[in-house]
């Protein structure tokens, strides 16, 4: 059974960091692509970084230079170290998990889901 649980969310004041974990279980984590998505109240479902199994790490507007995304495939975990946080960050973060294909453009991309953290960021 494939899993991914999120921990790390919580409240934090405008200007500050927070490190967000994601531990993947159920299927081989370095044959997939592993990505942070967002979905604030009323929005839709945002990725805001992808990192593809080839290495390469795909960063959406909203996070460029300030969101930084790394992977432990050892710990099968991947993290997401956000900085100068605002609050159009709050937020739900989900981690997610994709075969191929993985596109910032869209979340349908993704194959697996986890059950997501609150983040909320205050002025």
């Known amino acids: 059974e494939v899993q991914l649980v999120e921990s790390g969310g919580g409240s934090v004041q405008a200007g500050g960091s927070m490190r967000l974990s994601c531990t993947a279980s159920?299927?081989?984590?370095?044959?997939?692509?592993m990505a942070w998505s967002r979905q604030a109240p009323g929005s839709e479902c945002e990725l805001v970084s992808i990192?593809?199994?080839?290495?390469?790490?795909d960063y959406a507007d909203s996070g460029e230079g300030r969101f930084t995304l790394s992977r432990d495939n050892a710990k099968n975990t991947v993290y997401l170290q956000m900085n100068s946080l605002k609050p159009e960050d709050t937020a739900v973060y989900s981690c997610?998990?994709?075969?191929?294909?993985?596109?910032?453009?869209?979340?349908?991309?993704?194959?697996?889901w986890g059950k997501g953290t609150l983040v909320t960021i205050s002025s």
């Open positions: 997610a998990a994709g075969f191929r294909d993985s596109d910032l453009r869209s979340c349908d991309t993704m194959d697996y």
């Open positions: 159920g299927f081989g984590f370095d044959a997939l692509d």
């Open positions: 990192s593809h199994v080839d290495g390469r790490i």
